[in-house]
């Protein structure tokens, strides 16, 4: 399958803080990300998606960007809240619009 | 919440006994999914529906069936359940073709003695 990783199993950040969440992908070919983030026994709910001809995307409080050129993909969470804590996926779309693979995860602490 | 409705939510059986999981959505999505969840392994998709009666394979596709007689139901069947495939089972829908932006249920934990 393809190979989406990512640097960090868990970050642990202050509440208030900014929280970047790292993601490597294999395939060149891929042309659109999604993150997801997965709170303990639920399933994991969409959070923002970007494809390959932008290299940055806002939503509320949650930034992407993609680096093409490294294939690297990375989430950034504005002001960290104790509801933020949770499993951050990240996943991708090479070839199939039918076909995401998925990440392992990054899990998020955030410390009051 | 998009109504999606996962059944069981937890099961326990043998090696060797058939095991069927049943998706249930009542948001009219044309296309269905089952993943499956291992610690490592994040989500890996099992099989996807693009309509009724139209299935294919994902990644890790191999000792598992699907149907869609309906647009509502995507059942997944285990035909006969070995140890490696305990893990959590989420069923997924979506409403277009081009979108990452899957609604999931929550989720049915397999375990297989």
């Known amino acids: 399958g393809e190979s989406v990783g990512l640097h960090l199993p868990t970050l642990s950040v202050q509440e208030g803080d900014n929280s970047i969440i790292n993601c490597a992908y294999s395939n060149s070919a891929s042309d659109y990300f999604i993150w997801y983030k997965q709170e303990s026994g639920k399933g994991p709910q969409f959070i923002i998606d970007?494809?390959?001809?932008?290299d940055k995307r806002q939503g509320q409080r949650v930034t992407v960007l993609l680096n093409k050129t490294v294939k690297h993909l990375s989430l950034q969470i504005a002001a960290t809240q104790p509801g933020d804590s949770a499993v951050y996926f990240c996943a991708e779309n090479p070839t199939n619009f039918n076909k995401f693979y998925f990440g392992s995860g990054t899990k998020l602490n955030v410390k009051p | 919440d998009a109504g999606i409705t996962q059944s069981p939510r937890h099961k326990v059986t043998e090696t060797g006994t058939p095991v069927t999981l049943r998706c249930h959505q009542t948001e009219n999505h044309r296309y269905m999914y089952w993943y499956r969840q291992d610690p490592g392994h994040g989500l890996r998709l099992i099989h996807y529906?693009?309509?009724?009666?139209?299935?294919d394979k994902g990644e890790v596709s191999d000792g598992y069936s699907v149907s869609r007689s309906k647009t509502e139901d995507f059942l997944l069947t285990l035909e006969s359940a070995t140890s490696s495939q305990t893990s959590v089972y989420f069923c997924?829908?979506?409403?277009?073709?081009?979108?990452?932006?899957?609604?999931f249920g929550e989720g049915s934990r397999l375990t297989v003695l």
């Open positions: 997924a829908i979506s409403d277009y073709l081009n979108t990452g932006e899957l609604f």
């Open positions: 529906s693009y309509g009724v009666k139209d299935t």
């Open positions: 970007i494809r390959s001809n932008m």
